[in-house]
């Protein structure tokens, strides 16, 4: 039997009306699969894709651009995004298994988050306070892939666009949320298709008259050292790294630079860090939704002390003993989901039993 999804429109009308699904899987000589609350949903009554239908596929999402799709069979893996007819954006990631085309396309919300939908009142209310109130400064994001940081960085842009007048510049790859300017005007920036990289949008960043810039990911030692100038120069500056604390992050921030300037480093960051966020998705009690856990830490005195002296073990303490500045730990967050019946403690266990004061 033909599969009689040949259109890439009609497998993306498959999910894009259900909330809880996020990506959409597609390969060749499989069905058609979703990730449904972290649960593979395959579609087998519509048959295994062929070969065929997933060059199609990809052709129909690169808009019939023959130079994109050959520049994909050179490359063998392409990530961008794809606005559906139902205006919702989705972030490819096409790739080649076993010699066929492979997609996953993770489905992005129209609407941003408010804080306060994504987090405990305390902590956005923190961030408000002591984040988005800063002229100047580096503020980061941080855990794994698939734990939708750029979500967050979405709802508190979203809160200076509403609020403040500022420009902002975002240096993306790919732009997934498109932001529409209320009180801010707004640049958004895709590499390759705006700029050639971090580094030449980070260099021309500084002649664009910019109040904030977000940049997607802090990769290499070039984008870390533009960022940190960035921040020391009188901007806002926001960002991700793939770590899952705080006390990682800044280690991992300092390991970009050789060992012989990683001192200086330290102390330009404990100057200019305004503080760092880390996620975790897991599922709620009922699991029919996702629900974050964060960790906050602020740059405050005692913090930038033990940044200046790369003394991460005393960092995490600070975090554990300083909720009356409105920073918390994983672990603290996960307990206060726990005791309102949000979360399942078993769904935590890993946290629960973490030792905070390692790294």
Not at 108 to 114: F, H, L, N, R
Not at 229 to 254: D, P, Q, R, Y
Request: hydrophobic residues 40%; aromatic residues 10%; positive net charge.
């Amino acid at each position: 039997m033909e599969n009689p999804w040949i259109d890439i429109e009609k497998t993306l009308s498959l999910i894009a009306k259900n909330p809880n699904i996020s990506d959409l899987h597609l390969s060749s000589g499989e069905y058609i699969s979703y990730r449904l609350n972290w649960k593979i949903v395959k579609e087998e009554s519509s048959g295994k894709i062929s070969s065929e239908q997933m060059e199609l596929f990809l052709k129909q999402l690169f808009y019939w651009n023959s130079q994109r799709f050959n520049k994909f069979l050179w490359d063998k893996e392409s990530d961008f995004a794809y606005i559906s007819k139902d205006k919702t954006i989705y972030r490819v990631n096409a790739y080649l298994k076993t010699g066929g085309i492979t997609l996953v396309m993770r489905k992005i919300d129209k609407v941003a988050k408010k804080l306060e939908d994504i987090m405990l009142d305390s902590v956005s209310n923190s961030i408000k306070k002591n984040v988005l109130k800063k002229k100047n400064g580096l503020y980061l994001i941080t855990w794994p892939t698939g734990n939708w940081k750029s979500t967050s960085l979405v709802a508190i842009l979203e809160e200076i666009n509403k609020n403040k007048s500022r420009i902002l510049i975002t240096i993306e790859d790919p732009i997934e949320y498109v932001f529409e300017p209320k009180k801010c005007i707004i640049s958004q920036r895709e590499i390759w298709k705006d700029t050639r990289s971090f580094a030449n949008a980070l260099k021309s960043a500084m002649r664009q008259d910019p109040d904030i810039v977000f940049v997607w990911e802090i990769r290499d030692k070039e984008t870390a050292e533009a960022v940190l100038n960035l921040a020391e120069t009188g901007h806002l500056v926001f960002s991700t790294l793939h770590t899952n604390s705080a006390s990682h992050t800044i280690k991992k921030f300092i390991s970009f630079f050789p060992p012989n300037t990683q001192w200086s480093i330290a102390e330009r960051l404990s100057e200019s860090l305004i503080g760092i966020q880390s996620q975790v998705l897991v599922k709620s009690m009922d699991d029919s939704a996702r629900i974050w856990i964060f960790e906050l830490m602020l740059n405050t005195q005692s913090i930038k002390t033990n940044i200046k002296k790369q003394d991460m073990n005393q960092i995490n303490n600070i975090i554990k003993t300083s909720n009356t500045v409105w920073m918390i730990t994983l672990k603290q967050y996960a307990e206060t989901l726990i005791d309102k019946g949000i979360i399942n403690p078993n769904d935590v266990e890993w946290i629960l039993n973490k030792n905070s004061t390692k790294i």
